[in-house]
């Protein structure tokens, strides 16, 4: 239940036009581990995008598949490939989204992100 108000609390800072706070009440929630806490960094890092801080994004990311890389328990990492592959293509470097996308679908293959990734060619 925390976890709910917390993320609607969140989500009506950015909806607010706080992109920014936003983004850094995520990477709060972040700091720990677990489901939730890789969850938190994607969603700072989609915001930290959309706020147009592609570095700080692209860490974000980063930092969410080096922990969650070997935990087979979610699907984080193969999520932060995704995102990773597709921050890339937005700002087009289509040889790092490529490489995303490839160590993405070799790596996690089975993945909801995998299937996404080859569904619709990101990365390409």
Do not use: C, F
Request: net charge negative; aromatic share 6%; charged share 25%.
């Amino acid at each position: 239940l925390m976890e709910i108000i917390l993320r609607e609390e969140i989500k009506s800072l950015g909806k607010a036009g706080d992109v920014l706070t936003a983004a850094a009440e995520y990477e709060k929630v972040s700091e720990g581990h677990g489901e939730m806490a890789g969850r938190a960094q994607i969603l700072a890092s989609d915001l930290w995008g959309s706020a147009g801080r592609t570095s700080e994004s692209l860490i974000g990311y980063y930092k969410v598949h080096a922990v969650y890389e070997s935990d087979t328990t979610t699907e984080l990492a193969a999520d932060a490939l995704l995102k990773i592959s597709k921050m890339y293509e937005t700002t087009g470097d289509t040889e790092k989204s490529r490489l995303a996308r490839t160590d993405l679908l070799n790596r996690y293959p089975n993945s909801q992100s995998a299937r996404q990734a080859a569904a619709t060619g990101a990365g390409q």
